[in-house]
């Protein structure tokens, strides 16, 4: 595997996990049932799942801010640094009860991906 294959895998692999630890804060039953299918239910606490979002969020952010760097131009990387600001926000106003519309986190969500796909278009 080439190291632009496995930035690649690595980058797309965080954004699944940061995914994952998003759609379990917004509770869908489908990523909630399968959590506890594999025995992995102990995380189905925001305690736990706030940070794990920010945590691959940021190792996102930091392989995208280095391929972007090959690619010669961060606006890629600004994009997904915006989009992860806004969904953690968000999610962190849902936890708490100030936020009763999800729409921020997924328009965060949306942005952070966009960043992501952006860079392996260019």
Same mark, same amino acid.
């Given at each position: 595997?080439?190291?632009?294959?496995?930035?690649?895998?690595?980058?797309?692999?965080?954004?699944?996990?940061?995914?994952?630890?998003?759609?379990?804060?917004?509770?869908? &039953?489908?990523?909630?049932?399968?959590? *506890? %299918? #594999?025995?992995?239910?102990?995380? +189905?606490?925001? $305690?736990?799942?706030?940070? @794990?979002?920010?945590?691959?969020?940021?190792?996102?952010?930091?392989?995208?801010?280095?391929?972007?760097?090959?690619?010669?131009?961060?606006? &890629?990387?600004?994009?997904?640094?915006? *989009? %992860? #600001?806004?969904?953690?926000?968000? +999610?962190?106003? $849902?936890?708490?009860?100030? @936020?009763?519309?999800?729409?921020?986190?997924?328009?965060?969500?949306?942005?952070?991906?966009?960043?992501?796909?952006?860079?392996?278009?260019?």
């Amino acid at each position: 595997m080439t190291p632009a294959q496995r930035s690649l895998w690595g980058q797309f692999s965080t954004l699944f996990g940061a995914g994952v630890a998003a759609a379990c804060c917004l509770g869908l &039953p489908v990523v909630l049932t399968a959590m *506890g %299918a #594999v025995g992995l239910g102990f995380l +189905l606490n925001d $305690l736990y799942l706030i940070p @794990l979002f920010v945590g691959f969020a940021g190792a996102n952010l930091w392989m995208l801010h280095h391929s972007a760097n090959r690619h010669d131009g961060l606006a &890629p990387f600004w994009a997904g640094v915006i *989009g %992860a #600001v806004i969904a953690t926000i968000g +999610l962190l106003l $849902l936890v708490t009860g100030q @936020l009763s519309l999800p729409v921020w986190i997924y328009v965060g969500l949306l942005l952070f991906a966009s960043g992501s796909v952006w860079d392996v278009v260019r």
